[in-house]
Nanobody
């Protein structure tokens, strides 16, 4: 069982940076793959960034590649999303999610555990 709590969202201007954090509870955190998703009003939840359990491999959506970076600290049970050069189209509720297998990591329906989300709003 894993519980996830996101933080770090807020209102920023285009071009600014934010770092989102996801605190996980559970002794087996290091065995889960971790992913950030986002959902804008009226849109489906979409994949943002993914990191394997070891932290050796990560993947980002094309829309954020070069601007967003995912990282994790297994010793602290934390996952981060560093977001640079933010754009108005990045406005959404951002969620972290966890599951035990990396298969289908970009598909929200495959995830067992979700946080409550944190709002990111980017003004132009």
């Amino acid at each position: 069982q894993v519980q996830l709590v996101e933080s770090g969202g807020g209102l920023v201007q285009a071009g600014d940076s934010l770092r989102l954090s996801c605190a996980a509870s559970g002794r087996t955190f290091s065995s889960y793959v971790m992913t950030w998703f986002r959902q804008a009003p009226g849109k489906e939840r979409e994949f943002v960034a993914h990191m394997t359990w070891s932290g050796e491999n990560s993947y980002c959506a094309d829309s954020v590649k070069g601007r967003f970076t995912i990282s994790r600290d297994n010793a602290k049970n934390m996952v981060y999303l560093q977001m640079n050069s933010l754009k108005p189209e990045d406005t959404a509720v951002y969620y972290c999610a966890a599951k035990s297998s990396g298969f289908g990591y970009a598909q929200p329906r495959r995830y067992d555990y979700w946080g409550q989300g944190t709002q990111v709003t980017v003004s132009s």
